[in-house]
């Protein structure tokens, strides 16, 4: 069994990474593209920890209004029952109809308290997404700086192309 302690990411230890990496980057290659990507990427992880908290943080307004309309609607309900009055005048069909449209009701408003309580998910999970895809266009840039600087380029026998990127390190640096 796997312990879940590896599987944790610490904030703090991926910033500190990140931030030798940059150094380490810019002292090497001082001015470079992939020194202002790692560099935004310091940024952008330093900016995370506020989305992840605002992520993890309950939206009170939306559970408000969650709570409030269930407190209402049991008000409601209860106002209503005072004026039942059941009498054997009403015959089977009519009890079935109450029945049938008192549970028609009783879903639809089980519906509306599904989609309240779902809202604060969804949108947190929107956020989410959107910080992930971010995350994402970082790995893709990393990697598009990436293509040009294969070590295998000065064993090969391949003749430049006419679009062939100017390769400006060594064989020993790219190692």
């Known amino acids: 069994m796997v312990s ?3 599987n944790i990411l610490i904030h703090e230890k991926i910033e500190t990474t990140l931030f030798l990496l940059t150094k380490r ?3 090497r290659f001082p001015d470079s593209s992939i020194g202002k990507t790692s560099n935004d990427l310091l940024k952008f992880t330093r900016n995370s920890e506020i989305i992840l908290r605002w992520i993890l943080k309950p939206n009170m307004a939306i559970r408000l209004i969650a709570y409030t309309s269930i407190a209402m609607s049991i008000a409601g309900l209860m106002y209503c029952f005072k004026f039942i009055r059941l009498n054997s005048t009403y015959s089977f069909t009519d009890i079935t109809s109450m029945a049938e449209s008192s549970i028609n009701n009783i ?3 089980g519906a509306a ?3 309240l309580f779902k809202l604060e998910d969804r949108i947190k999970r929107i956020r989410a997404i959107k910080y992930l895809n971010e ?3 970082f790995a893709h840039v ?3 700086h990436q293509l040009s600087k294969n070590p295998q380029y000065f064993i090969s ?3 430049n192309t006419k679009h062939s990127p100017n390769r400006n390190l060594s064989c020993k640096e790219l190692s």
Request: proline share 5%; glycine share 4%.
């Open 4 to 6: 879940d302690i590896n």
């Open 25 to 27: 980057i810019n002292e």
């Open 107 to 109: 879903l639809l408003i």
């Open 113 to 115: 308290y599904f989609f």
């Open 135 to 137: 995350i994402r266009g």
């Open 142 to 144: 990393i990697d598009m």
């Open 157 to 159: 026998d391949l003749p």
